[in-house]
């Protein structure tokens, strides 16, 4: 046997650690790529929609950005620059919290059993994170903003930096924002709060609507300008501004407000690495053993409280019957199911929103009754919104009664929440529009609105249930039923306003006959009427509700 067969191999040379001998930095970039790439290779639609969208995105950044520059030399061209940069960081800032779960190199902890530094991996992160659509919509909207206040060679190169500085804070804040609330994020909390991103989208849009109005009424602009010279040193803006001291011959403000500008990206940076250090090495509630169990609660069936806190609330006639049973099962839905929680979130916001808007604009106090219209919608498709777990409702519903109750049970956990609501919304907007005399046919025929769409609302729930889609939260009715979605939703309305003639016909005929010191017989008119068709509607749906049990069943089922 030769020396050389019997000498030992050479033992391999270790790798170097990632982030010293080799830069992750290539890599990440040609992740992102990939991850781009293989995205829209899964449907031509897929492909045709982000096509479409990123035009859409383009031509609205280059308007933007041709829009600042038109206003230069104009003399709100620098509070419009800093206003917008501000929105842009605003922007960068929340959109994480929405819309996490439609980027997967957001969650960073996918990387955590890989062998990564956080110092280098934030660098790979955000240089990574500068590709993409956002980026460049960034990039064209903060070159306009410095544009248009840019003049003089010293200017440019500021306003060189300024770009650069907007750009990073801007990447580099919606990372730390993400990392920092990863878990959460991550958590059926947090997609809770995905869900709830129409309604935010929903309310800025009315706020913008309404910023958007006082600015074209007279001195408007003005107040604009008082605001931007706040806005102008929440960072990036100063940065922006940086570039208009020079332009100005400011130049100590401009060092001030560059170096403020980085200062707050070095904080960033280091929230951001603290949060992805405590992602790599602290435990989470999935590796952590479990409290034990308290002998007095396993004593007591888990309920260590004893009655619930609506056990208290309701009356003592309801304690312990199905009525209260379905009422707090119903809250509990509320409170725990997402879809739910959305829907009634989404109509509570925009049910005080637009009464807000008539205020601000000097409306009609009748716009309250889209808050009674809004939650009475809520009692449509009761069956389909319980999804599988009406299988075990439905169980419990063998006689007449049990169908009443269940009904009754949950048109009274609407209207715990509806009528106190719809109370304070009309109360406070007739208060500050000046209108306390019109407070009383305004609630009547709210109340009247509210038990009319309860009456149609438990009907259609019965005869015309639709199922929802268990496995994506974002969609309002299973394949091939969204005809019921439309005729639940416009036929309910209308339907309620039609049951609603009578006191409506009463209000006008009192208007007309100047009978104005007899509107206030419009409250107990209207909130008896609610309540009696209300409950007409209960009665007649109870029976019909206990012979549809299979078909509802089986619609239940195609979801």
Same mark, same amino acid.
């Given at each position: 046997?030769?020396?050389?067969? *019997? ?8 790798? =170097? ?40 995105? %383009?031509?609205?950044?280059?308007? %933007?950005?041709?829009? %600042? ?14 206003? +917008? ?42 240089? #990574? ?28 190169? +500021? ?6 500085? *907007?750009?990073?804070?801007?990447? /580099? ?31 800025? /849009? ?19 300008? #008082? +605001?931007? #010279? ?8 100063? /940065? ?15 060092? @001030?407000?560059?170096?403020? $500008? ?8 280091? !929230? !951001? ?6 992602? %790599? ?9 479990? &409290? ?33 049973? @379905? ?7 509320? !409170? ?27 409306? $009609? ?53 509806? @009528? ?33 769409? +309860? ?5 259609? #729930?019965?005869?015309?249930?639709? /199922?929802?889609?268990?496995?994506? =939260? ?57 309540? &009696? ?27």
């Amino acid at each position: 046997m030769t020396t050389s067969a *019997t000498a030992p191999l050479a033992a391999p040379a270790p790798a =170097p650690p990632p982030g010293r001998g080799s830069s992750l930095t290539p890599v990440f970039v040609r992740l992102k790529l990939t991850l781009f790439r293989n995205g829209l290779r899964r449907s031509t639609g897929r492909t045709v929609g982000w096509s479409l969208g990123v035009a859409f995105a %383009m031509l609205y950044a280059l308007g %933007m950005g041709a829009g %600042m520059v038109a206003l230069r030399n104009n003399h709100y061209a620098p509070s419009a620059a800093v206003t +917008v940069t501000v929105v842009l960081v605003v922007g960068w800032a929340i959109m994480p919290l929405f819309f996490f779960g439609g980027d997967d190199t957001l969650d960073p902890t996918r990387l955590a059993m890989l062998p990564l530094r956080p110092r280098p991996l934030i660098t790979a992160l955000l240089v #990574s994170s500068l590709i993409g659509v956002g980026p460049l919509f960034t990039l064209l909207v903060s070159t306009g903003a410095v544009v248009a206040v840019a003049h003089g060679g010293a200017a440019w190169v +500021v306003a060189v930096l300024a770009v650069a500085l *907007t750009l990073l804070l801007c990447v /580099a804040l919606s990372r730390a924002v993400a990392a920092a609330n990863t878990r959460l994020l991550t958590s059926r909390k947090g997609r809770d709060l995905a869900l709830l991103s129409g309604l935010f989208v929903a309310v800025g /849009a009315q706020l913008v609507n309404l910023g958007v109005n006082s600015l074209s009424s007279d001195g408007g602009l003005h107040r604009a300008t #008082s +605001v931007a #010279s706040v806005l102008r040193w929440i960072p990036p803006a100063p /940065a922006v501004d940086a570039v208009r001291s020079t332009a100005r011959g400011s130049y100590g403000l401009a060092v @001030v407000q560059l170096a403020l $500008t980085v200062a707050v990206l070095a904080l960033v940076l280091r !929230w !951001w690495h603290a949060s992805l250090h405590r992602l %790599m090495v602290s435990p989470d509630a999935s590796t952590l053993q479990a &409290a034990p169990e308290r002998e007095g609660s396993k004593a007591r069936g888990g309920t260590a409280a004893g009655p619930s806190l609506l056990a208290r609330l309701l009356p003592g006639r309801l304690v312990g019957g199905r009525t209260a049973t @379905v009422m707090e099962r119903q809250f509990r839905y509320l !409170w725990r199911d997402p879809r739910s929680k959305a829907a009634w979130a989404t109509g509570l916001a925009v049910g005080l929103l637009l009464p807000l808007v008539a205020v601000v604009q000097h409306g $009609t106090v009748y716009q309250c009754l889209w808050a009674a219209g809004l939650l009475g919608m809520q009692m449509y498709n009761q069956f389909g919104m319980d999804g599988s777990a009406f299988w075990t409702v439905s169980a419990t519903i063998t006689t007449r009664r049990d169908a009443a109750l269940e009904l009754r049970g949950r048109a009274l956990t609407l209207a715990a929440i509806a @009528v106190p609501y719809v109370t304070v919304v009309t109360t406070g907007a007739a208060l500050l529009l000046h209108r306390v005399s019109a407070l009383p046919e305004t609630l009547g025929l709210s109340f009247a609105f509210l038990g009319a769409l +309860v009456a149609t609302g438990s009907y259609a #729930s019965v005869r015309y249930p639709y /199922a929802l889609p268990q496995d994506n =939260p974002f969609a309002n009715a299973a394949p091939g039923q969204g005809g019921l979605v439309a005729l639940n939703v416009v036929g309910g309305t209308f339907s309620g306003a039609a049951l609603s003639l009578p006191v409506i016909a009463l209000t006008l005929a009192l208007h007309f006959n100047d009978l104005h010191s007899l509107l206030w017989l419009v409250l107990p008119v209207g909130a008896l009427y609610g309540l &009696a068709v209300a409950a007409a509607s209960l009665r007649f749906t109870a029976p019909r509700l206990l012979d549809r049990l299979p078909e509802i069943l089986g619609v239940v089922a195609k979801a």
